[in-house]
């Protein structure tokens, strides 16, 4: 093997960390106007995107290679046009999801709990697992080729970040914007801690609907109520009936009992209730129903929570006391039951709350919490959106923001965990609170030394929705905050756009008093190869490392970012990254073809220009086929860029794709074996147009693919440098990864033309292809061909080599005329365009052998004839469904017609 010979197969396996490694220690991933280095220039704008931070302590899946891709395209694409880019890499403490891990861990392992080892160990084991286990993620990010600067690498608990996250929380309740207090809240009994709205999912379930008796107070009357969750009942407060409802309203006004405990609460009117719906009387539960709790708040009706943190009942449960949720449900229906009070059940289907993370049933319960009041934070969001200083792409999702943010509810920032950033309010015994940017000593209030730190932690979501500056120094005024923030895109999935990015927005607003960024690019979710969710109850699992493994980082990003559109889901399976797989190769098979072709040049002393001068070649010098792939690439630049710039990334990836496998590989590359055969000038000049077409082209799929098309440009740099080609490459960088990105320019008036004209050989070939495949010609039988070409005579007849060599035709026996006479006799004709291309029978095949084939085919064809012709006869046309019938008859239809084609050919 010569020094610039390729090796026959791309080995992805040792090549990707090799490349990495390279980039990494190069520096290249870093921003070259850094402003803490010398030389910096302020008036420089740079590319920043941060990274949405994975679980500390997660592994990868196929969600974060889809926004992993998605991002270092951006980035590698920036970078490449000059820009001082900086993507910030990190990972988030993940409170809930690293907490339960650990909890589980501890159990498994040493059989102790939380609780038994207490929370200051508890933190410690957390922060050893994070440690421990911390880095598998980034290490699997990095193994994605996402190229991060990863000395700016930030964890949400790190000491810098949780400044920022007091300081927020400071600022907030400075303002009154944070206030601690009583409200329904989402209970996870499970996790043992409130979760937000946007952490509960709801699903359509099969329930029972249990119907029963309210009566009256002072008659032996009753008014019949239902619901799903009959353990409530013991903490009912109202039944609500509808001010119009005829069957009730003498009832409004008067008392009602609840059932067993035997307490008397009113019968009140509400426009809430719906007349038709259920029995039009609604039982009314303040401390376990976000509607009821509106309802009792109208009415100023008492709060009674009848459960504790474990969903057991609690004090305000009479004999139910201590028993868990479901087993009160069934205890108090049986003494409903035997108390008369009960009228039926029925199954009812229902959406039930869940946990996001635990899974179980969510409890709607009163608890004291910390609240954010949001609506003059939610406002500032609303009006950046609208007034157009922050892009949502694609644009549709802006409807689903502004609907969001204008039914905003406050926000509940605290959680009952360990881990996480503790909640910077101290208390003294009289129950004053201090909070302050430090540690207080003593209570602000009266001065009381003897204070303890609230015990609850901030939402993961209060320090992620800090992340874009907080990660950049903030609230410090550090050189990387003030040069790098605003950042510039967020790139992340649809399905956290209120999670994360309207909490960004608005705590962006608040604390910088800019945007945090000025583009959101929403990606869709992946699903399987059928296009379903993923999840592990299906067990559709997609392993993004098991794929890498088998095909290689380049196949599963190229995957990821061809098979998408903004906003909308991407099908992701094995046999799409196996395809982009084989497209790699491909490219290596180009790659090495046009390697040695230039090597050729040094070996072979006839191939260098008379002049010495092989890299001098000039526009006159090149051939229609060098002119074509020069003009259809710079089309190519143009439409890439203008898809970049509307963020249709899968279309750009595609229009590579396509002209790399056609027109480079199919068309190009088989017509300059013809000339780098002949040697000398011809040879070079060949050889020049590959090595500038294979360079373009690896720089527009280098953000796509970077690994195979950084290996591939190193060997050709290489192979150019020590080639005749030598002036071409004076300027090439040592690495692609900052290779100078291809620029878009206006077409010459030249370019339409070579491009009409080599499209017309294109189809010339193509016709007389199919016809060869038809008639079953042996692929190396060379046939004779006549070719009426009237005005393309003399394009045709400067590119009959091509022609020949492309089409299976015999050179020599190849007749270029304006027109003929008299037409050939047994001869297929052809019409492409004006230009009739006759090819005789006799010299394509075997006239006895293909009369022999021609008749099989005919009897074949009849024997279809006569058996649909016999079944539209019979009942078949008057009893089978309409659709049926039309196509067999269609099937008949196409039978006489190939029929009659085969009789005309035997003629």
Not at 123 to 134: F, L, M
Not at 631 to 657: H, K, M, P, S, T
Not at 699 to 710: I, K, N, Q, S
Not at 769 to 781: D, I, M, T, Y
């Amino acid at each position: 093997m010569t020094k610039h010979e390729l090796p026959k197969a791309y080995d992805f396996k040792s090549t990707e960390s090799r490349i990495y490694k390279m980039w990494e220690s190069g520096g290249y991933f870093k921003p070259w106007n850094d402003p803490n280095k010398p030389g910096f220039d302020p008036n420089v704008e740079p590319f920043v995107i941060s990274i949405p931070p994975p679980n500390v302590t997660g592994e990868l899946h196929i969600g974060h290679a889809m926004f992993v891709s998605f991002e270092d395209l951006m980035i590698r694409y920036h970078r490449m046009k000059g820009i001082p880019t900086l993507w910030v890499p990190g990972s988030d403490h993940a409170g809930i999801a690293t907490q339960l891990m650990v909890e589980r861990d501890l159990l498994k392992t040493e059989e102790v709990t939380r609780e038994e080892l207490g929370r200051d160990e508890f933190v410690k084991r957390t922060w050893e697992w994070k440690k421990k286990y911390g880095s598998i993620i980034t290490n699997q990010i990095r193994r994605l080729g996402a190229s991060c600067d990863w000395d700016r690498e930030r964890f949400t608990l790190d000491p810098g970040l949780s400044r920022a996250v007091r300081e927020a929380f400071v600022h907030l309740y400075e303002k009154g914007l944070i206030y601690r207090g009583p409200r329904l809240i989402n209970w996870s009994p499970g996790l043992k801690t409130a979760v937000s709205d946007l952490e509960v999912e709801y699903n359509e379930e099969e329930a029972t609907l249990y119907y029963f008796k309210y009566k009256l107070a002072d008659a032996d009357e009753f008014i019949p109520v239902a619901t799903i969750r009959p353990e409530t009942i013991l903490g009912d407060t109202a039944v609500a009936v509808h001010p119009e409802d005829a069957r009730y309203k003498k009832f409004v006004g008067k008392k009602v009992i609840v059932p067993i405990l035997g307490r008397e609460i009113p019968v009140i009117a509400d426009e809430y209730v719906s007349i038709e719906f259920g029995t039009g009387a609604l039982k009314i539960t303040p401390g376990h129903d976000p509607n009821d709790y509106a309802i009792a708040q109208r009415h100023n009706l008492p709060m009674i929570s009848v459960l504790d943190e474990a969903a057991k009942v609690n004090e305000n449960g009479g004999p139910y006391q201590g028993q868990d949720r479901f087993e009160a449900r069934k205890n108090l229906w049986a003494d409903m039951k035997k108390a008369g009070l009960v009228i039926r059940i029925e199954p009812y289907r229902t959406t039930i709350p869940r946990s996001q993370r635990g899974g179980e049933i969510v409890e709607p319960m009163i608890s004291t919490q910390w609240f954010v009041t949001i609506e003059p934070l939610a406002q500032a969001a609303l009006a950046a959106v609208r007034d157009g200083r922050i892009r949502i792409v694609p644009e549709r999702f802006e409807k689903v923001y502004f609907n969001w943010l204008e039914n905003i509810k406050d926000w509940c920032i605290s959680r009952q965990l360990w881990w996480g950033h503790r909640i910077p309010v101290w208390y003294c015994p009289d129950g004053h609170m201090t909070t302050g940017r430090e540690d207080p000593a003593q209570c602000a209030t009266c001065g009381s030394k003897e204070i303890h730190q609230d015990e609850d932690v901030l939402d993961t979501w209060f320090s992620s929705g800090l992340w874009p500056f907080s990660t950049l120094g903030w609230p410090m005024e550090t050189p990387d905050y003030k040069y790098f923030y605003p950042t510039t895109y967020m790139e992340t999935g649809y399905d956290i756009l209120f999670f994360w990015v309207a909490r960004m927005i608005m705590m962006g607003l608040e604390f910088t008093g800019q945007v945090p960024f000025h583009t959101v690019y929403l990606h869709g979710l992946v699903r399987d190869e059928i296009g379903r969710k993923i999840s592990k109850t299906t067990g559709n699992v997609i392993d993004p490392l098991v794929l890498m493994d088998e095909f290689g980082t380049d196949a599963l990003r190229f995957t990821m970012l061809v098979g998408s559109t903004p906003g909308n889901d991407t099908n992701v399976g094995p046999k799409k990254v196996e395809s982009n797989r084989n497209f790699a190769n491909k490219l290596w098979n180009i790659g090495r073809f046009v390697i040695s072709s230039i090597g050729s040049l040094v070996d072979d002393g006839r191939w260098t220009m008379d002049d010495g001068q092989s890299s001098a070649v000039h526009r006159q010098d090149w051939t229609l086929a060098d002119s074509w792939i020069w003009a259809r690439l710079q089309q190519l630049v143009r439409d890439v860029e203008r898809l970049f710039q509307n963020f249709q990334y899968g279309q750009a990836g595609q229009q590579i794709y396509d002209f790399i496998w056609s027109d480079f590989a199919d068309w190009y590359v088989e017509i300059a074996k013809q000339e780098l055969a002949e040697g000398g000038a011809r040879a070079t000049r060949a050889a020049d147009t590959l090595a500038r077409v294979f360079d373009m082209a690896l720089r527009l799929l280098h953000p796509f693919t970077p690994f195979v098309t950084e290996e591939l440009w190193d060997h050709l740099r290489a192979a150019v440098l020590a080639s005749p080609l030598k002036e071409l490459a004076k300027d090439w960088p040592e690495a692609l990864i900052v290779a100078q990105w291809p620029e878009p320019r206006e077409p010459e008036d030249w370019e339409a033309s070579k491009i009409a004209d080599l499209e017309l050989v294109q189809e010339i070939v193509r016709s007389i292809r199919n016809l060869r495949a038809e008639r079953a010609v042996p692929p190396g039988k060379r046939i004779p061909a006549t070719v009426a070409a009237g005005a393309k005579t003399a394009l045709l007849k400067e590119q009959s080599r091509v022609l020949a060599a492309l089409a299976g035709l015999s050179e020599s026996e190849l007749t270029l005329v304006p027109s003929l006479a008299d037409k050939p006799g047994d001869s297929v004709v052809l019409v492409i365009g004006t230009v009739e291309v006759y090819l005789p029978l006799a010299g394509m095949v075997d006239l006895a052998e293909e009369k022999t084939r021609l008749e099989k085919e005919l009897k074949e064809a009849q024997s279809h004839i006569a058996r649909l012709e016999k079944l539209l006869a019979g009942d078949f046309a008057s009893k089978a469904p309409a659709a049926l019938v039309q196509k067999e008859r269609e099937k008949l239809t196409a039978y006489r017609e190939t029929a009659e084609k085969i009789k005309a050919q035997l003629k």
